[in-house]
């Protein structure tokens, strides 16, 4: 089942989507890879979907990418005596480590790290940002804050920090028995919340030990302030815009979104942009015309993936949501608009052997109309870089490493196929000719550009390129 577009698609399991036939479903519709969302659900539920995708992947004989996403940490308040209260603006509010329940004056945030770290002027976001206070004074055990925006505030509500970095691990220790359970199912990317800095990204990546790859949440302001460092650390980069437009003002989402998406693709890390893209299909068989174009501009933007939420783990139209991501995504692809906006914005090679080699297979490529790039990579390396230039044909990969071919399907443009190892280039060039008729990349007398890095198994070290024909003598 060969997607025609490049573009993948990422939906979440849940309560929606759990059961064989409808996981099925979301596969045949479009979904090129599977979010377990670890804030929900529990192991044996978690285990039960992994099984399923497993069994769906080795009957439809396409790897599929799963990506483990870790709750991180959750700041949240106490609870009120009478269960909520309204603020004013302008009025006096304290937060504690007072377990008492809380009332129109004061209420308990049971997080001394917080109180080490603000200071006056710092502001605080509840319930999703709708609550604004701005400390005035803190101590130890407490901060008096003024509240800033008003409303009604109810039991364990959330609290974010925007301006404030927190001396907390993004790894919880709910997170590290989550993560040790999810690299025993042989997940394909450990999603990391809460994000701050590099660190963060490096502590996960020591945790997690090489047994998936790392893909970094861009959730917080301070990330952006080392988003350079944090992409370079990471394997690939989720935007997650709820949370972003929570800790910053929603107008600077869709130009952060920008930034962070050329950003992965200059480092050929995968980039995926998340969150609220059809939200509305939770309840409704058919988007708004704005989340429409909300998905479209992603793929005009050239993410790797675009990813349902609650609209496949807990809405009422999941195989609808991915049907319709699919169709936008396909449309896009088609539009003449779309190559002229693709190739304004490549990255320009490294001065490495490696990176002038895909260059230019990107070039003869479609010098030569061939129908298909043929990457032939272990690691994944030769594979990445192919991708990172958005070339016009399609990048068929190659590799005898399973968890490379589950991990590229989330790449953009890459149709992976796990096959034997083989043990020349010639011989790799005649398995490239069968395999891309076989998967209908190729017809006899279509030509291929092949690359690969010789000897095998040497990651990052592309140096070969050949012109293929399919049917000829190779």
Partial sequence: MRRQRSTKILATLGPSSSDEATITALFEA?????????????????????????????????????????????????????????????????????????????????????????????????????????????????????????????????????????????????DRRDLSFALTLGVDYIALSFVQRPEDVAEARKAIGGKAAVLAKIEKPSALERLDEIVDLSDAIMIARGDLGVELPVNEVPGLQKRIVRAARHAGKPVVVATQMLESMINAPVPTRAEVSDVATAVYDGADAVMLSAESAAGDYPLEAVETMSGIADQVQKD?????????????????????????????????????????????????????????????????????????????????????????????????????????????????????????????????LRIAWVGGQN
Avoid at 31 to 36: I, K, P, Q
Avoid at 346 to 351: F, S, T
Avoid at 428 to 433: I, L, S, T, Y
């Fill in 336 to 464: 003449p608009l779309y190559r002229g906006i693709m190739d304004a914005d490549h990255a320009n090679p490294e001065a490495t052997a490696a990176d002038a080699i895909t260059a230019a297979a990107r070039q003869v490529a479609e010098t030569i109309g061939a129908t298909a790039i043929v990457t032939y990579t272990t690691s994944g390396s030769t594979t990445l870089r192919a991708a990172r230039e958005r070339p016009y044909a399609p990048i068929l990969c190659l590799t005898p490493a399973i968890e490379t071919a589950r991990r590229l399907a989330l790449v953009w443009g890459v149709h992976s196929v796990h096959t034997s190892d083989v043990a020349s280039f010639s011989e790799m060039v005649r398995k490239a000719c069968r395999i891309a008729e076989k998967e209908e990349l190729a017809t006899k007398g279509s030509r291929l550009v092949v690359t690969a890095g010789v000897p095998f198994g040497t990651p990052g070290s592309t140096n070969v």
């Fill in 30 to 174: 479009g979904a090129d890879a599977f979010r377990l969302n670890f804030s929900h659900g529990d192991h044996a539920d978690h285990k039960r979907r992994v099984k399923i995708i497993r069994a769906l992947e080795k009957r439809m004989k396409r790897p599929i990418a799963i990506i483990a996403d870790m709750q991180g940490p959750k700041l949240r308040i106490g609870a009120f005596k009478d269960g909520a209260v309204t603020l004013e603006e302008g009025q006096a509010f304290r937060l504690d480590l007072n377990e008492k329940p809380g009332d129109a004056k004061r209420v308990s945030l049971p997080h001394p790290e917080v109180f080490s770290a603000i200071k006056a002027g710092s502001d605080l976001l509840l319930n999703d940002g709708k609550l604004r206070l701005r400390v005035n004074k803190v101590g130890k055990r407490g901060a008096d804050t003024e509240v800033i925006v008003g409303g009604e505030l109810s039991d364990r509500k959330g609290v974010n920090l925007p301006d404030t970095i927190l001396p907390l691990s993004a790894l919880t220790t709910k």
